[in-house]
């Protein structure tokens, strides 16, 4: 079976945009990149049910996200002036669509039109004191993407904060809660437990994953426990990057940029702890992104300084990963997304 990846990609040296590759679940290998449309730093994407693709985008200096349709038609592009986002999500069951900006420290909400095309319906700038890392000089909102209830919840890497807001039907929010997490912890992504009101959070600025206890009943979240996902011996630099959950909500993984791995946790069968598992070399520099297939059984790890895929396959079992390709060409690559 051939199944289809997006891949969002900075365009500073050798990309011309979003690209899609095919894994191959019978050979077990990526082929066939091939690129989609020409962007300008379209280094997140996101798709829709009906097919439609949202990316970062930067136009003439200013940033924002495009709409495309499933066979590569631009519908439309909202942007402002500065730098572009740095993630966009889509909310199927109201039609928004939602971008955070880790320059300006900003989420920003828009309406998907009948065709597809987007208009902004509102944005919030994050304005809480800042961490003590050189890298907390602002706010730096880095994830915004829903909760199981259908609520907001921001994650900004400068104030250490984690924000959950109320959104309504027409895409307005309002601020319900607010999680502070150790100094220089660097909240960068969160993932749910598919199950449980259970999230774990990577620190990009300590490499931790944070357990954290979910409340439907004001959006509050609550720090369980921390795991680092590094050695204890190690000394070099590292950003913590991406983290996801499997749907039997049996393991979890997150990626390394400067140890340049995937590190495994088994998650407990209440969600409230995590077991080291492995930590395996992704066999290129600076892993922004990866994904699993939409079986589980493979795992595709995109790097940015690199330029190649790294394919892997998964034991449902174990959660441990096999090494099948590491050579795959794609250019700039920092974001996977399976169709």
Same mark, same amino acid.
């Given at each position: 079976?051939?199944?289809?990846?997006? @891949?969002?990609?900075?365009?500073?040296?050798?990309?011309?945009?979003? %690209?899609?590759?095919e894994?191959?679940?019978?050979?077990?290998?990526?082929?066939?990149?091939?690129?989609?449309?020409?962007?300008?730093?379209?280094?997140?994407?996101?798709?829709?049910?009906?097919?439609?693709? %949202? $990316? !970062?985008?930067? !136009?003439?200096?200013?940033?924002?996200?495009?709409?495309y349709?499933?066979?590569?038609?631009?519908? =439309?592009?909202?942007?402002?002036?500065?730098?572009?986002?740095?993630?966009?999500?889509?909310?199927?069951?109201?039609?928004?669509?939602?971008?955070?900006?880790?320059?300006?420290?900003?989420?920003?909400?828009?309406?998907i039109?009948?065709?597809?095309?987007?208009? @902004?319906t509102?944005?919030?700038?994050h304005?809480?004191?800042?961490?003590?890392?050189? =890298?907390? +000089?602002?706010?730096?909102?880095?994830?915004?993407? *829903?909760?199981?209830?259908?609520?907001?919840?921001?994650?900004?890497?400068?104030? +250490?904060? &984690?924000?959950?807001?109320?959104?309504?039907? +027409?895409?307005? *929010?309002?601020?319900?809660?607010?999680?502070?997490v150790?100094?220089?912890?660097?909240?960068r992504?969160?993932?749910?437990?598919?199950?449980?009101?259970?999230?774990?959070?990577?620190?990009? *600025?300590?490499?931790?994953?944070?357990?954290?206890?979910? =409340?439907?009943?004001?959006?509050?979240?609550? !720090?369980?426990?921390?795991?680092?996902?590094?050695p204890?011996?190690?000394?070099?630099?590292?950003?913590?990057?991406?983290?996801?959950?499997?749907?039997?909500?049996?393991?979890?993984?997150?990626?390394?940029?400067?140890? $340049?791995?995937?590190?495994?946790?088994?998650?407990?069968?209440?969600?409230?702890? #995590?077991?080291?598992?492995?930590?395996?070399?992704?066999?290129?520099?600076?892993?922004? +992104?990866?994904?699993? =297939?939409?079986?589980?059984?493979?795992?595709v790890?995109?790097?940015?300084?690199?330029d190649?895929?790294?394919?892997?396959?998964?034991?449902?079992?174990?959660?441990? #990963?096999? *090494? @099948?390709?590491?050579? &795959?060409?794609?250019?700039?690559a &920092?974001? !996977?997304?399976? &169709?």
């Open positions: 079976m051939q199944e289809k990846i997006f @891949l969002g990609t900075y365009t500073k040296k050798k990309s011309q945009g979003i %690209y899609t590759v894994l191959d679940t019978d050979k077990k290998e990526l082929t066939n990149l091939t690129l989609f449309t020409e962007e300008s730093g379209p280094t997140f994407v996101a798709l829709s049910e009906k097919g439609n693709l %949202y $990316n !970062v985008t930067s !136009v003439d200096g200013n940033g924002g996200v495009a709409s349709s499933k066979d590569g038609k631009l519908l =439309n592009t909202v942007t402002s002036p500065g730098a572009s986002p740095c993630y966009v999500a889509v909310d199927e069951e109201r039609q928004l669509v939602f971008s955070a900006n880790y320059h300006k420290g900003q989420v920003t909400v828009y309406k039109e009948a065709d597809g095309s987007l208009t @902004l509102d944005e919030v700038t304005t809480d004191p800042t961490g003590s890392h050189e =890298n907390q +000089d602002k706010p730096h909102a880095h994830y915004a993407d *829903l909760t199981p209830d259908h609520r907001l919840v921001a994650c900004d890497l400068g104030t +250490d904060t &984690v924000y959950t807001y109320d959104l309504s039907a +027409d895409g307005k *929010l309002s601020l319900a809660s607010k999680l502070k150790a100094d220089k912890t660097g909240p992504h969160l993932t749910f437990h598919p199950t449980l009101d259970i999230a774990y959070l990577f620190g990009e *600025l300590n490499s931790t994953i944070s357990v954290l206890a979910y =409340n439907r009943a004001d959006g509050h979240f609550e !720090v369980l426990a921390t795991y680092p996902t590094l204890a011996d190690y000394e070099g630099f590292n950003s913590g990057s991406a983290v996801k959950v499997t749907k039997d909500g049996k393991f979890l993984y997150g990626s390394n940029r400067g140890d $340049n791995s995937i590190v495994v946790f088994a998650i407990a069968e209440d969600g409230r702890s #995590l077991t080291f598992i492995e930590r395996v070399d992704t066999y290129g520099d600076f892993p922004r +992104d990866f994904s699993l =297939n939409p079986s589980e059984e493979f795992l790890c995109a790097h940015q300084n690199s190649n895929l790294t394919l892997y396959q998964r034991d449902a079992q174990t959660g441990k #990963l096999t *090494l @099948l390709q590491k050579d &795959v060409f794609a250019p700039e &920092v974001c !996977v997304k399976f &169709v």
